[in-house]
């Protein structure tokens, strides 16, 4: 059985907080939050806690009262006087206008974000959004006609460039110990833990998510991206459906599978997620279902499922260099391995974040073990973190890496201080525009184009409405 006690934890954005002419005080940046899944926890938490003398969380909005009043009563632990104001998701121009919102966060399904997106910056609110930016090319469209339009800011937040072991690899590359880089190699594994649950929740549509070439894979691209400080430019790709869903478990014999894991009665099952025995996940969505009918623990091996599981891409860069990225989402252990190749030498990163995964009955299964780190006694693959560098002629040499307190090594205080108190000069260049989250859903879209003609795609070509090259901001 799989028990979730965390959820995935993700990132946010720049703010401008100044001191209050002829006054001591500091501005509190007046935000609505749309989306009270599990997303928005975090965001609630740093307004409430750290952040609290420069942010002022006015109202909360949901499709789903219920998931709104889990929070409230989150907010009323973390020390708030009353509740915040509601809002129906379909008032948000009426409740920015009216109310001096001057940011508003967006924790949403993906497929939503370009709605949300384009209605706050036409009400006169700047934009904090979970990544992905957006799942289409439609979406990119209309995000960058209105931002052109109202001049307002939007930000992707991508918390994986404040990790200490990712930041680690950037200096390396930054600082030219590799020489010009010619060439990545990046695989990164889920494994049937947190992989699986793509699978059960409303990603395992592509209408839905984009897929995990676009929900999980931008925030690997993105660290491409920012790690050799490029632009993507033609993406080739291939991939499928090869582990989960209905077909391929009749084909290993798996039998009758139940349409979902909240069920009296049903056996013991390492892919089977009954959200009555995790308390935040019960009072989050098994007990708010039936205000909207989502359903959080939808079977794995069940029809419906469109996305893909395991995926490969060849991606050039503009600046010369080519990226051969994979990404398996039903691995028994949970890590990723970059290899940086220059004309000087080469870095390999490679961290293991879950050394196996288990089947266990007697303590709770993490999702994310990024998010939440875990200990574990595995005496072949070993949880932790390694940079290794090798110039050439030359012996290799680790790099240490520090992390401090915290998800993704302290990376995630690192982001939030970065977007409620305004970016610092940070000559990593870590705090993200929009521009940064387009160039990263870029990479997906021209991917999920290229399954589909199974023919190269060229980003320059797909119209997303601005230029990526490099030079932009």
């Keep these: 059985m799989v028990n979730v006690d965390t959820a995935e934890t993700q990132s946010p954005a720049p703010d401008t907080s100044a001191s209050a002419a002829g006054s001591t005080a500091r501005h509190r940046t007046r935000i609505a939050l749309i989306g009270t899944g599990g997303r928005s926890e975090m965001y609630i938490r740093a307004i409430y806690g750290q952040h609290a003398e420069v942010a002022d969380l006015v109202a909360l909005s949901d499709v789903n009262p219920g998931r709104v009043e889990f929070y409230q009563e989150l907010i009323k632990e973390l020390g708030g006087t009353e509740s915040v104001a509601f809002f129906e998701p379909a008032k948000l121009t009426d409740f920015i206008q009216a109310n001096g919102i001057e940011r508003v966060i967006v924790t949403t399904p993906d497929y939503t974000h370009a709605d949300y997106i384009v209605e706050a910056l036409e009400a006169g609110a700047d934009v904090v959004v979970e990544k992905p930016l957006t799942i289409d090319v439609e979406g990119c469209r209309r995000i960058t006609t209105a931002v052109a339009e109202t001049g307002r800011n939007v930000v992707v937040t991508f918390n994986y460039r404040y990790s200490p072991r990712n930041t680690a690899l950037k200096e390396i590359i930054q600082n030219g110990v590799i020489g010009k880089v010619t060439s990545i190699d990046f695989t990164w594994v889920l494994d049937t833990v947190h992989g699986a649950d793509y699978f059960r929740r409303w990603h395992r549509e592509k209408k839905n998510s984009g897929g995990l070439l676009i929900h999980k894979a931008s925030h690997h691209f993105d ?10 430019e033609r993406v080739f790709a291939s991939g499928g459906l090869r582990f989960y869903g209905d077909k391929n478990a009749a084909e290993r014999g798996l039998g009758a599978r139940p349409e979902r894991g909240t069920v009296d009665g049903l056996a013991r ?15 989050l969505y098994y007990d708010n279902e039936k205000f909207d009918g989502y359903l959080r623990d939808q079977d794995v091996f069940t029809e419906g499922i469109t996305i893909e599981d395991n995926l490969a891409l060849v991606v050039d860069y503009q600046g010369g260099p080519t990226l051969s990225y994979s990404l398996n989402a039903h691995s028994p252990w949970e890590g990723y391995r970059v290899s940086v190749n220059g004309t000087e030498g080469r870095a390999e990163l490679e961290v293991v ?21 875990i ?8 949880n932790g973190e390694c940079l290794v560098v090798q110039r050439h002629w030359e012996a290799a040499y680790e790099v240490p890496i520090v992390n401090g307190e915290g998800g993704h090594g302290g990376g995630d205080n690192l982001l939030l201080s970065d977007l409620f108190n305004g970016p610092g000069v940070d000559p990593l260049g870590r705090p993200s525009g929009y521009i940064d989250g387009l160039r990263s859903v870029s990479v997906g879209i021209a991917g999920n184009q290229s399954l589909d003609t199974e023919l190269p795609v060229r980003i320059s070509e797909l119209g997303l409405g601005v230029d990526l090259s490099r030079g932009q901001a």
Excluded at 375 to 382: F, K, L, Q
């Design 375 to 382: 200990e574990e006694e595995d005496a072949v693959r070993r």
């Design 223 to 232: 660290l491409v991206n920012w790690w050799i400080n490029d632009v993507p």
């Design 353 to 373: 974040e879950r050394a196996a995964v288990q089947f266990s009955t007697d303590k709770k299964t993490v999702v994310d073990p990024s998010a939440t780190p």
């Design 269 to 283: 099952d390492p892919f089977r997620l009954d959200m009555r025995e995790d308390e935040r996940l019960k009072a």
